[in-house]
Every structure is written in structure tokens, then in C-alpha cells.
């Protein structure tokens, strides 16, 4: 049997986002927020504010969801172009916004059950002492929000690769769920100490954690179809097919298109003709769709006259 080298017909499987600059920025935050973790779960029991040991808590389970960031960038590189994964690891990546998405979901479950604790049962607290480690907590919360934000290099083979970066939105979403919780803080402590309002505590972990827990599902919203493989949108569908059966005699019997990391696409498509031509000829149909990263064409030919598909 005649060797041939197969290299020009075989199909690319690294569909990882290119983000290194997002990866080692990720890791400056961690220790960031970890540091203030330690500060504000201690100063927030010393001091006797809700607020602001919710927010420490919150930070610790932001430590863990950076964790699971950097985990989830190592993991994809390494195993880029490991065999083992039918269309490569660019879906770790989303696993791992979405298990961020399910840890901040937890935070906000946590945050409500001790608030509510709270209020039933007020605790005496250090308003002075406890406002400047909230609004030191709120700075550093800043600043890690500065390195995440829009943090993504740009790759010409990776075009668009950025915007769907859910690992970097997922670490993004934990920085500014802890922003919100440490202005929240600020503004409950100030609410106790000028006005005597001391349940503002309490009450403001409550409304943290409602918004916290719409981030949450957003980010569930976002990264589950993927995991799921739902099909790209009808609209997108619907061109896709177009550009098909717009070329004399071609029909579309299957049509599967769904999301492999990033902005890639894969898609297999079975095509129904009476005059079968060379698969580049229906995939050169499909070049104005750079999305498209993987297609697997099936070609049957209709020996019938007419042929015709059920849609």
C-alpha cells in the first residue's frame, strides 16, 4: 500500500483560547484577594460586622474560583493537542466559568442564610475599625477589577477569541461581586455608626447576595449550552443552509453546528445531490463563515427524480 502523507487532509484541534496576559494577571489577583480575605474575615469577627466577614468569606470562595481559572488555562494548554479529546480542551475553559458561576452562587446562598441570622440576632459592632478595612477591601477589589477588565491579547488566529473568554468573565464577575459586597459594607457600617441604623449590616448581605446570585445565573446562562453542545442560532443556521442550497441541486438532510472553545465552531453536514462533487467544492460554499473551524461533509447522492427533504 502506497504512503501518503495524510497532514493536508486531517483537521486542526486546538480550539484553546490564547489568553496569557488574562492567565498571569489572574494570578496577581489571587494573591491580592487572598491577602484581604485573611483581613477582612478576621477583622469582621474582631469588629462584629456581617458586612464585612461576609465579605471575607465571599473573598475566600473567590480565592477558590481563581483557583479553578488558573487550573482550567494550565489544564487547556497542556492538553491542546492531546488525542484523547475528540475536538481538543477549548471547553475547559468554559467548564471553568461555569464552575465559577455555580461557587458564586454558593456565596450568595451562604450570605443570606448569616444575614438573616444577623438580623434576628444582632451583633454588637466596631463601626470605625471596621469601615477602614471594608474600604481597604474595596480598593484592592478595584484594582484586580482594572488588571481583568478587557485584559485579552489579541491573536490573528484567534480572531473574536476574546469576547468569549468565560474563564477571564467568570474571574471578572468574582472581582466585581467582591467590589460590590465591600461598597455595600462601607455603606451599611456608615448607615450604623451616623445614623443607629445597625440591621443595615445585615440587611445590605442580603442585597448582595441577590445580586450576586444574578451574576451567577447569567454565567450559567451563558457557559450551559456550550457544555451541552446546543446548536448554534437559527439565524446563523438558517445562512448556513442558504449558502448550501443556494448551488444548483444541493438539499440539506442533517445539518449539526455547535460551539468547541472560543469562537470555533464544528459542524457536520449531510448533503443530498444528483450530482456529487469533491467535498472543497461544498466547504469553499462555507468561507465567508470563519467561525466554522471543523466541517465534516457527508455527500449522498439522490438517484431519484426529484429528491426531497423533510425539514
Known sequence: MPTHNLKDWQHPHDFTIKNKKGERRTHWVLILTAVTMVVEIVAGSVYGSMALLADGWHMGTHVAAFVITIFAYRYTRKHAHNPAYAFGTGKVNVLGGFASAVALAVVALVMSVESLQRIIHPQVIHFNEAIVVA??????????AFLLKDNHEH???HDNDHHHDHNLKAAYFHVLADALTSLLAIVALASGKYFGWDRMDPIMGIVGALIITRWSFGLMKQTS??????????????KIMQAIEQDPDNRISDLHVWNVGGNHYAAIISIVTHFPKPTEHYKKLLSDFSELSHISIEINECKEEPCSTVS
Open 135 to 144: 474600604v481597604i477591601g474595596l480598593g484592592v477589589n478595584l484594582v484586580s
Open 225 to 238: 449550552p456550550i457544555l451541552l453542545d446546543a446548536s448554534i442560532g437559527s439565524a446563523h443556521h438558517a
Open 155 to 157: 491573536d490573528p488566529h
